[in-house]
T-cell receptor
Framework: DQQVKQNSPSLSVQEGRISILNCDYT??????FLWYKKYPAEGPTFLIS???IKDKNEDGRFTVFLNKSAKHLSLHIVPSQPGDSAVYFC???????????WGAGTKLIIKP | DTGVSQDPRHKITKRGQNVTFRCDPI?????LYWYRQTLGQGPEFLTY????????KSRLLSDRFSAERPKGSFSTLEIQRTEQGDSAMYLC????????????FGAGTRLSVL
């Protein structure tokens, strides 16, 4: 039962353009969502998060949008840079529950 | 380096052997988590400690798995009688009360069971 889904295993974007990574979830009890970035041979690194009481959170080049009615969130990276090439994971958690439920990840490749 | 550290980074063992992994969290973090990740998948929650108390265990954590955090600092994850299906990356994370649920991860221990 995949509660968090990232349907695109990979995404290729030209340097300088916008990268949009998508994530869908099924559990309406999720109230907090996080994006992590992972380079090879490293652990996931926290990128940005959003609470269910918001629909947008921005941090520099990274913006996360949350559409609760559609149970969908997206991560926008503008402009995309070569160092953004990594695997991006979407994760979710429920109220008063500390375990993170993860998607399978999307590998982002930024082309020069 | 004040991040989460895990030891060893790689472990190769024969089926049936016992293995133990160690995790040192960020020093002021009171919460510690273990996850398992297989190729092409996101991490899967195994267990969670608040200080020294193990508060939650996944059904993935069979009787062969045990985790401890004896003094509320470092943690160990032991797998007894390893099976080939145990081959995976074992990730440790830590977090701080009041920091929402942002978890900081170590680089993981890659286990290969032959």
């Amino acid at each position: 039962d995949q509660q968090v889904k990232q349907n695109s295993p990979s995404l290729s974007v030209q340097e300088g353009r916008i990268s949009i990574l998508n994530c869908d979830y099924t559990n309406s009890m999720f109230d907090y969502f996080l994006w992590y970035k992972k380079y090879p041979a490293e652990g996931p690194t926290f990128l940005i998060s959003i609470s269910s009481i918001k629909d947008k959170n921005e941090d520099g080049r990274f913006t996360v949008f949350l559409n609760k009615s559609a149970k969908h969130l997206s991560l926008h990276i503008v402009p995309s840079q070569p160092g953004d090439s990594a695997v991006y994971f979407c994760a979710a958690s429920r109220i008063n529950n500390y375990q993170l439920i993860w998607g399978a990840g999307t590998k982002l490749i930024i082309k020069p | 380096d004040t991040g989460v550290s895990q030891d060893p980074r790689h472990k190769i063992t024969k089926r049936g052997q016992n293995v133990t992994f160690r995790c040192d969290p960020i020093s002021e973090h009171n919460r510690l988590y273990w996850y398992r990740q297989t190729l092409g998948q996101g991490p899967e929650f195994l267990t969670y400690f608040q200080n020294e108390a193990q508060l939650e265990k996944s059904r993935l954590l069979s009787d062969r798995f045990s985790a401890e955090r004896p003094k509320g600092s470092f943690s160990t994850l032991e797998i007894q009688r390893t099976e080939q299906g145990d081959s995976a990356m074992y990730l440790c994370a830590s977090s701080l009360d009041g920091d929402q649920n942002i978890q900081y991860f170590g680089a993981g221990t890659r286990l290969s069971v032959l």
